[in-house]
């Protein structure tokens, strides 16, 4: 399968059964493609929940990467229920959410989530793009959580809304530096293309960072004379002013 579209399986799955949720699991293989396993609903009311097989899910964790749980809602939108929020917080999995209503799916990450290694990730919609990256960093070498900073991480297919929500949330969240003055875990936005979608990496000191490439793999670079031309802002959390 390829790693640009496991979500239209998960549409197809959801189209396949309008009338009840379906659910499923997405997992990141050995040879780092993307690859979904439906699962049977096994909750006595699939109409409005859903369950996967307890045994099921362990499997998936020992055998696979596994990336998050998907399930739909057929008569509601793609906001997580109160139910799926306690569900994701208690097993520390994302949750995967398609609407049929709304045809949307929103992302969710519970704070409970422990991220894996920052290097060598795939590019992944969604589960490993820059901004997950930026979430993971901050959760694995600070300790500090901004899970809260943006609810779904299903970013709209548009550069221009994906941008004013990631500049809105910065300047809700963090203090804006000169690039000057950058120091260690100062979050830098670069514009790779004109008019494009903006490109978010953590400065690791010593003129390196580190960030996702876009259908490619995260990694340590330098920031030389290229990718500094390509910096539109450079911001620090609160907490390290």
Partial sequence: MSLNNFHDKIISHAESK??????????????????????NNINPDPVNSFTISPQKLITYQVKYNLLGIYHTHPFSDENPSEQDIINSEESGIPYLIYSLITKKFFLYYPESFEPDSLIGRPYIKGFHECTCLLKDYFIKNLNINITQWNKNYWLTESDQEANKLLIDILNRNTDRVEIQNIKKHDILVFQIKKNGRKHVGIYLGDDYFIHQCGHSISRKDMLDSRWQSKIKGAYRHRSLV
């Fill in 18 to 39: 309008p009338d009840q949720e379906v659910c499923g699991v997405v997992l990141l293989c050995p040879d780092l493609s993307v690859e979904i396993k439906q699962e």
